[in-house]
């Protein structure tokens, strides 16, 4: 019954959302006149379902390290954690929680960035090929994420918050925050925020990420504050043209159960092949 209503959730969030962005997109973007199911909507859809019901499951587990090094430590217990007693560990818990949460927001995005950047070298660039692979981009594409991706990233983001002593609430309250705003500037539109555009992410911003591009490679990492892409070197947003040419350079299966598997398989023949005397991998 649990995994009943949990499905029905989920779909009822798919057609809310697609009520939400088809305004949006068609009435407010650049989206009219384009047929209602695009080229791989099949397989964002099924990474709709797929990453709530399957990876997320694996993240909650992954946690559970974390947690443990806690109560190791002798900081909470496991019922102060079950109970919701548990309001994090030495100075920066005892702040204001609005400061706590301006703190969490800034962090989280900087480990997002380095981490999203880590995606885009070699070895960590097949499972987030993934994700790039959309060549038809709008707002369903960005629940196209491999579990590999999806499992590191929250790792990277949510373990230092916990570790730090923030209050795991607020800390935890962030990742809906920052999920419905990653779903947002992926969407077929044209905004930029004007003068906001060196301080908060935008559909152009983000979408100029996905670019098949050459100029557009590696630009673009941060996915709320743009400002620790101009402190990095790596902000790219020309005023003079939208981003368009989505996807990846490469061939890459179109299908949701090949695109789970071939990141593995990718990566084991890359082992077996050593790579030619003095020739460098291309980075993604």
């Known amino acids: 019954m649990k995994h009943d209503a949990t499905f029905l959730h989920i779909a009822l969030g798919l057609v809310v959302l697609s009520v939400i962005f088809f305004i949006i997109e068609r009435l407010l973007g650049k989206s009219r006149g384009r047929p209602l199911l695009r080229q791989g909507w099949l397989t964002d859809v099924c990474f709709w379902f797929f990453t709530p019901l399957v990876t ?104 230092p918050l916990l570790l730090l002593g923030f209050n795991p609430f607020v800390s935890l309250s962030a990742a809906p925050v920052l999920t419905l705003y990653a779903i947002f500037i992926h969407a077929n539109v044209d905004w930029d925020f004007g003068p906001l555009r060196y301080v908060i992410a935008t559909p152009v911003f983000h979408r100029w990420h996905h670019s098949k591009d050459r100029e557009a490679w590696d630009k673009n990492f941060a996915g709320l504050f743009v400002f620790w892409d101009v402190l990095f070197g790596t902000f790219y947003m020309p005023k003079d043209r939208p981003p368009q040419n989505f996807g990846i350079p490469e061939e890459f299966p179109k299908d949701f159960i090949g695109q789970l598997v071939h990141p593995f398989a990718r990566s084991f023949a890359k082992k077996q092949t050593p790579p030619p005397v003095a020739v460098l991998e291309p980075v993604k």
């Open 56 to 159: 997320k499951v694996l993240t909650k587990v992954a946690l559970f390290l974390p947690a443990a090094l806690i109560i190791a430590l002798g900081v909470t217990t496991v019922g102060g954690l079950k109970s919701g007693a548990y309001h994090g560990f030495g100075p920066l818990s005892r702040q204001p929680l609005w400061l706590q949460i301006i703190e969490i927001y800034l962090l989280v995005d900087l480990l997002g960035y380095w981490s999203h950047r880590l995606f885009h070298r070699r070895g960590w660039w097949p499972f987030h090929a993934v994700h790039h692979s959309s060549e038809d981009l709008d707002w369903l594409s960005s629940v196209r994420v491999h579990p590999v991706n999806d499992l590191v990233s929250k790792l990277v983001q949510v373990t």
